[in-house]
């Protein structure tokens, strides 16, 4: 057990999925793992361990931000042995071709400052996908027919942002989507030498305003944790 893992030894598998909403980790592990048990739920931040095709999976809440996503994978690193964290979650798209209920798969996450920070002074470090995690879920995209980008995408410290400035050098550059994770999990993974991956859904857009409806958002956000068990596998 670590502080905001209750799990015992061996409950947590070496392939971890974190959703930021713990009931959205229930909801995954109750439609995707066969014989899924709730190994997790200090501080309500439900993590359960269960199999997908005969791999073991653990698909573990990380809350929102950085700073909680930093929790719990340091600890699923360092005190679980976790050698595979691939991210799943909802993001706010930023191009005119990417819409509402695509798939993202972000190949580098930009950031303005994480809770990594601080370890590299004047450096700036460029956060960046496991190749062969991308490569497996941009195959399996395919195979499955989902509209998908891959790209960069920009892990914003803030929801609430007050820089229309920043949106417009972030779309200016390319940046696909926005969201507020995925640069401290691959900065993380690469200094514990593991492998890791952001699939994100797009649940709005910024520059049209839509959002996807509550009620429709099920079926597109199953794509996206299909697309994640199979390249975690492949």
């Not at 893992?5 to 980790?25: C, K, S």
Request: charged content about 20%; some cysteine; glycine content about 10%.
């Amino acid at each position: 057990m670590t502080i905001h893992i209750g799990a015992a030894p061996g409950d947590i598998a070496e392939t971890v999925l974190m959703p930021g909403d713990p009931y959205r980790a229930r909801w995954a592990a109750e439609t995707f793992l066969d014989d899924a048990k709730l190994v997790n739920e200090v501080r309500g931040m439900l993590g359960f361990t269960g199999t997908y095709k005969g791999n073991r999976v653990t698909i573990q809440g990380s809350g929102m931000g950085m700073p909680s996503l930093s929790i719990y994978a340091n600890e699923l690193i360092s005190q679980y042995d976790a050698q595979t964290l691939i991210r799943i979650g909802s993001c706010g798209g930023m191009q005119p071709h990417v819409s509402v209920r695509d798939v993202i798969i972000a190949m580098s996450a930009t950031t303005i400052t994480s809770p990594s920070s601080g370890i590299f002074r004047e450096v700036n470090f460029a956060p960046t996908a496991s190749y062969d995690l991308l490569a497996a879920a941009v195959a399996a995209a395919k195979t499955r027919g989902t509209t998908t980008h891959v790209g960069g995408i920009y892990s914003s410290d803030v929801f609430y942002a007050e820089r229309p400035d920043l949106d417009e050098q972030m779309v200016r550059h390319g940046i696909l989507g926005v969201e507020m994770e995925a640069a401290e999990l691959y900065t993380l993974a690469a200094r514990h030498g593991r492998r890791a991956l952001a699939i994100l859904t797009v649940s709005d857009h910024l520059q049209t305003g839509e959002a996807l409806p509550a009620e429709d958002r099920e079926q597109t956000f199953g794509d996206m944790v299909e697309i994640a068990l199979e390249a975690a596998f492949s």
